[in-house]
């Protein structure tokens, strides 16, 4: 399974590649530090493999609060792209306001996770990403 992972806090970045990778999960993982860069490379994906129409298969997890496109308007732009509107995505957030879970899911994320912080919240990730990559079938790109 391919991850791209929109989050510019390095720390936290870090930590998600170390729980995907305790956990044994095979995926692999692509950075974007906020989400006009995570447009620029699924376009780009898009646009080199002449699949247009087609979402990539790619399973988005995105932070919330970033620089220049937060995730809110990061997933509304991913949502509005025909090319990309069924895309899995998932939000990664240390916000626990009802506001930003609501908004989420009214643009059909697949689920909000809490960055809590500790070790068991990070296990809890990993494994989560290694059984969903082993038991979901996601559509041929």
Known sequence: MNILLVEDDEVDRMLFH?????????????????????????QTLIGSEGRSGQAPNTVIVTDINMPRMNGHEFVA?????PDLAKA???????????EDRKLAYSRHVA?????????????????????YSRTVELPDA
């Open 18 to 42: 170390r729980a995907l990778k305790k956990a044994g999960a095979k995926c692999t993982v692509v950075d974007a530090t906020d989400g006009a860069e995570a447009l620029e490379l699924l």
């Open 77 to 81: 732009a991913v949502r509005e792209n």
């Open 88 to 98: 899995v995505v998932f939000v990664y957030s240390t916000s626990a306001t009802e």
């Open 111 to 131: 689920g909000y996770l809490l960055k809590r912080g500790d070790d068991n919240a990070l296990k809890d990730i990993g494994s989560l990403f290694d059984v």
